[in-house]
């Protein structure tokens, strides 16, 4: 670059004192650019120094006479970084393009900083015309950029940690709302059902009535209601224990439940006291013929055990609409025929009659 300039200073016409004074001049001038430049510059030829400016020895600590003949190889942490800057260098200069790239670089004290370092030769095709080195300091960007990097890093990680412990909160609550849920589930369950048996309860049986009658009405439809009485348990709790009695509910209930549909209801609503809905009901008829299969299935002994029980049943039924219209009366007059069955002939059935009320046969 500056060889131009010189070149061109040399073909301006001499004055008097000649061209000497005018290069003097020039060299002088570039001298005070090389001293002031804010970046540090070195000549090498063969690898080695011929000349740096003020701000190299600034930042390097040795004078640009100290540094003539030096080998470049001294301003390198190690001889491992000299040689790999070495083959990336050399293709790139070689082939008369600027090397730019960010290195780290030793000091005279044994220090060691970052630098941005741009070379190139002065003649590509002359590799011993020497090489131009342009260096600055990039310690305060780096470390702003390594700090930049670490603050980034550290908010990510908190931001991770966070999240983790966000993520942790989220499914302690997703399974504090399940066990809530089960727990309201199983409240709910246990509201409704008898816990002897699973059956629905009293409770769960006048719902699952006033349901089948409001079809019933709509549909004009008939539903029946079989109130059921074992017969004689109490001897069976007296003779085997509370415990067999027990079982023996239990086995009465699934034998029940296996005997109807899914849309019937099968509740327990007393100790041996169950109540059957049968909705969509077509006749009595049809409501006497399951009284009956009813009877015969419960009548058949029972293994439980290790003891062979028997046990009749008593029922009595009700219709809807020809008895009652709404849950409670329905139930009152299944329970009254089957206080009448029971009286009359025990293991067996009777359909609600008006004239049994008056009669007075309910308990
Ligand atoms: N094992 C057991 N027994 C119960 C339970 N609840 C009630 N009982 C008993 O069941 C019996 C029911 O009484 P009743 O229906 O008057 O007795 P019963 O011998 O069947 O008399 P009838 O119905 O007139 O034939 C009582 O002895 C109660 O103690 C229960 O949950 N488990």
């Known amino acids: ?61 040795w004078s640009s006479d100290e540094l003539r003949e030096l080998p470049t190889e001294i301003l390198y942490p190690s001889q491992e970084a000299y040689e790999a ?19 780290e670089m030793k000091k005279r004290d044994g220090g060691t900083f970052w630098c941005r370092m741009l070379a190139k030769t002065i003649d590509p095709h002359d590799y011993s015309k020497g ?21 980034r890093d550290e908010l990510e990680l908190r931001v991770q940690e966070r999240t983790a412990a966000l993520e942790m909160a989220n499914a302690r609550l997703h399974a504090e709302i399940q066990e809530r849920k089960m727990a309201e589930q199983q409240i709910r369950y246990l509201a409704n059902h008898d816990a002897l048996t699973g059956l629905p309860n009293r409770r769960l049986l006048e719902d699952r009535l006033e349901q089948a009658i409001e079809m019933a009405r709509r549909n004009v439809h008939q539903v029946a209601v079989l ?17 067999v009695g027990d079982l023996l509910l239990k086995a009465v209930a ?23 809905v049968l909705p969509e009901m077509q006749s009595a008829v049809a409501a006497c013929e399951t009284a009956q299969r009813i009877l015969l299935a419960l009548a058949r002994p029972y293994s439980v055990d290790g003891h062979e029980l028997r046990v009749t049943p008593s029922i009595g ?6 008895n009652g219209i709404d849950a409670d009366s329905l139930l009152t007059a299944a329970d009254t025929a089957m206080y009448r069955s029971k009286h009359t002939v025990r293991g067996n059935f009777q359909l609600y009659q008006p004239d049994m009320r008056a009669t007075g046969v309910e308990a």
């Open 131 to 151: 090489t131009i080195y342009i260096t600055e300091d990039i310690t305060e960007r780096r470390n702003a950029q390594e700090a930049l990097l670490r603050a």
């Open 1 to 61: 670059m500056s060889g131009g300039r010189i070149l061109t200073a040399s073909n301006q016409p001499s004055p008097e004192d000649g061209s000497d004074a005018l290069l003097r001049q020039t060299l002088l001038e570039y001298q005070a650019i090389l001293d002031n430049a804010s970046v540090g510059i070195t000549f090498t030829r063969k690898r080695r120094f011929l000349h740096c400016n003020q701000r190299f020895s600034e930042m390097f600590g």
């Open 227 to 243: 109130f059921i009485d074992l017969d004689r348990f109490k001897p069976v709790n007296d003779l085997f224990g509370h415990r």
């Open 254 to 276: 699934v034998r029940l439940r296996s005997l109807l549909r899914a849309v019937d209801t099968v509740s327990r609503v007393g100790g041996d006291e169950f109540v059957v």
């Open 317 to 322: 039924i009700s219709l809807f609409p020809a």
């Open 85 to 103: 800057l070495t083959r990336t260098a050399r293709p790139v200069l070689g082939s008369g393009e600027r090397l730019d790239l960010e290195i």
